[in-house]
């Protein structure tokens, strides 16, 4: 120690052991300084508890004698941290040091600390005659004073009052750590093991803890037989690291946040004035961040991560000898955004970015669901590994791939983190953070327990630019026992493939697919431009799909199981392009109408999104052509005005054409018209519904009254769905065509809808189950969970049949106006009577008057009726056009003032 006057020395107070006794370090000169313990002369202050389990820590030695906590508290804040003179001697037969400390740079002017505990009567004074002094004599007439007014212990106060109840243990220190909720808990530091552990007091309570702090780990002590740090061996930076602590935060007012447990032991973060001390002890190179512990933090992982780092480059103490293997990337593959076009099981994204280059994209930092080990069985032998269809045998590996689904079609911003080496026969796989909005989709992954976290080796930088945040999000996957965390409930796929087992195709499912009129599929694989294979949920089973009404050309094959390659037709590779991009991996629609010949594949009709005929899509594009067995089917005519369009507009495969004579055209058109008159019936098949929505141009949205139960229990596990898991706001980010989660202005409940037009502010939505339309704010739309999308909308489309609205605005909207109030709300009959421009027309009638509501409204003058020429629809025309005669010549409605067809000829740009 330096002394300055000679009978004085200096030092700084390092801590408070009680109320008369301190420990004082002097200052550090390449290391830890040395210490002294000096016990104030002349006084005798209350003993503190001491800590169950200690050699001398027994019985009453748990407790505090009375004021004991309050005479060390006034020292502590007082003296912690700050510069003071003292006086020090030994006495004979002694092993403790005596003397007087002085508050204060100059000895001359600084404050006797015994004097000023004295006189506050926290201890008691030394009343020895045989060493009577000065200063004896001065600390009695403050003693005396003291008990005159009561100060102290010296009050009327009771003395049980002022005895903590300490609490050495917590019986559960989980349930402990969640009754705080990462709030910030007042303490006073007791003590530091080591630069990362140290023990508290959290007040007010007084409960002692020993504190692993969050996120990083210092360089520990060689612990002896007795559990103290064993002399004798030197652990570089041990020594250095606790200083930097000690000298910080002991015996100092902190923060202390409890995020986890680690065997008796609580694990969280300490804040002092100058902010968290991890990442104080990191920046100084004192420390190094490690994972497991990290994973608790609610926030600040990212400051302690840029703290290492900031160590590394300056190559600091434990980092002296650092060498870093973080690759350097640079160019287009480094930050990229693109549209996810496939999924590969449960970690890895196939993206089309904005220059038309594919790339496979693995996720960073995760592995999917794993196989369970196998058993063997009875036979002692193991049963062989799936190598065919691991996505439906490996436990969590489809729902995983499912929550990836529905990133197809939406753009994503990927940053490459590291590039994991080829190794074991596997290429070299490019690894990036993966982002759609602001959700981290790998994050998304592993929080739902659908993927777990690689764990690296500490002085591997090679890791998720996000890694923090996955370790995070497994932590709380893993405490709610989510997806492969849970011991439970381990979902199980059987999935029978009848693209191996053919004969189960006739005779099993192709009769219910038959009588369906479209049945919900998802494609897993896509052949060629017509070839897919399709996962049926409701059947759960793999089957070949061809579509039906067209000839697709071939697509290159490349060499497998023992084949030879094949090279492709001409637009082959094109149609398969074409096809991968709009279907594959997405939900379809498909009719099935039968079996190819050899009975190993289904042939049928294939809606894809925006309830787009697939068939019809690939012939307009100019990459099929119409089958001439088509020619029966409900959809030729649509397959031949694609093919004209695409003949016209010289399409690929059309590329070419020489069109045919004009004669030859119309004979064609001759058939075609006799085909059309072939069908003479009219059917009548009536279908009990209820009219939800209206549309100025009647046309109008029902749903069946027998599914209104269903509709009802749907809407009602969907609220409760978010009502549970509420969705991130600007998580979603709405795309023309989209089936979405939307919130109703009118009563805040969340509907099912689709995105039908997107602004910069608004997005236009038309809610599937009822028809309405509305302008939403993107805040108010989001993903629709998968279990929510495999139901039909119940809300289906139809226009007024043989119903021509009059030409003038206002008798629209009294034509509007009367048909909404005749319809709206009501139970009625509904009848398909044609379809045109795509949308089926129906008439309405009444269940109770048997009243046509068409007829109706013609009959009323609000509306007039429409010619057709089908022969089916003669008689019904007949009605309707003697319901127009006689509103004509009652003068109803539009009749008022005459016949306004009159002046519908073509000269005045009209003409019916």
Known sequence: MSSAPPQFKWGIVKQVLSGDSVIIRGQPHGGPPPEKQINFSNVLAPKLARRPGGANASGEDNRDEPWAWEAREFLRKKLIGEEVHFTCERPQKSTRDYGVVYLGKDPATAQNITELIVAEGLVTVRRDSSHTSAELAKLVELEDAAKAAGKGKWGNSPPAEHVRNI??????????????????????????????????????????????????????????????????????????????????????????????????????????????????????????????????????????????????????????????NVQNFSGKE???????????????????????????????????????????????????????????????????????????????????????????????????????????????????????????????????????????????????????????????????????????????????????????????????????????????????????????????RPAANGMNAQEGEPYGDDALNFTKERILQRDVQVHMEGTDKAGTSVIGWLWAEGNVNLSVALVEEGLATVHFTAEKSEYYRALKTAEDNAKAKKKNIWSTYVEEPEGEKEKDGEVGDKEDDKVVERKVNHEKVVVTEITPELHFFVQHADQGAKLEALMTKLRQDFSVSPPIQGAYTPKRGDLCAAKFTEDNDWYRAKVERVTKSNVSVTYIDYGNKEMLPPSRLAILPPAFTTDKPYATEFALALALLPSDDDDKQEAFKIFRQDVTDRTLLLNVEYKANNLAHATLQDPNTKADIGKALINDGYILCEKRREGKLAKLLEEYKEAESAAKKAHNGIWEYGDITEDDAKEFGAGR
């Open 167 to 324: 609490k050495w243990t917590q019986e559960n220190p989980r349930n402990f750590v969640e009754h705080f909720h990462g709030k910030p808990i007042k303490a006073i530091i007791e003590h530091v093991r080591d630069g990362s552990t140290i023990r508290a007091f959290l007040l007010p309570d007084f409960n002692y803890i020993t504190l692993i702090m969050s996120g990083i780990r210092c360089p520990g002590f060689k612990l002896d037989s007795d559990g103290k740090p064993d002399p004798s061996v030197t652990v570089p930076y041990a020594e250095e690291a606790r200083y930097f602590v000690e000298s910080r935060l002991l015996q100092r007012d902190v923060e202390i946040v409890l995020e986890s447990v680690n065997n008796a032991n609580f694990v969280g973060s300490i804040l002092f004035p100058k902010g968290n001390i991890a990442e104080a002890l990191l920046r100084d190179g004192f420390a190094k961040c490690v994972d497991w512990s990290m994973a608790f933090m609610k926030s600040g992982a990212e400051k302690l991560r840029a703290a290492e780092k900031l160590a590394k480059e300056k190559r600091l103490r434990l980092w002296k000898d650092y060498q870093s």
């Open 334 to 556: 480094k930050d990229f955004y693109g549209t996810v076009m496939e999924v590969y099981n449960g970690d890895a994204l196939s993206v089309k970015s904005s220059s038309g280059a594919v790339k496979k994209v693995f996720l960073a930092s995760i592995r999917p669901p794993r196989e369970a080990a196998r058993v063997a069985g009875e036979d002692g032998k193991v049963p062989p590994r799936s190598k065919n269809r691991p996505l439906y045998e490996i436990p969590w590996m489809f729902e995983a791939r499912e929550h990836l689904r529905k990133l197809i079609g939406k753009k994503v911003h990927c940053v490459l983190d590291y590039i994991s080496p080829a190794r074991d026969n596997f290429p070299e796989k490019y690894c990036y953070t993966v982002t759609m909005g602001k959700t981290n989709v790998a994050e998304q992954l592993v929080s739902e327990g659908l993927a777990t976290v690689v764990r690296y080796r500490q002085d591997d930088d090679q890791r998720s630019s996000q890694y923090d945040g996955l370790l995070s999000a497994e932590a709380q996957a893993t405490k709610a026992a989510k997806g492969v965390h849970g011991k439970k409930d381990k979902p199980a796929h059987r999935i029978t493939d009848l693209t191996v087992e053919h004969s189960r195709i006739k005779h099993q499912y192709l009769p219910s697919w038959l009588r369906a009129l479209k049945t919900d599929g998802i494609v897993e694989f896509v052949a060629s431009g017509s070839r897919f294979r399709i996962l049926v949920p409701k059947d759960s089973c793999l089957v070949t799909f061809l579509l039906a009404g067209i000839s697709c050309p071939r697509s290159a």
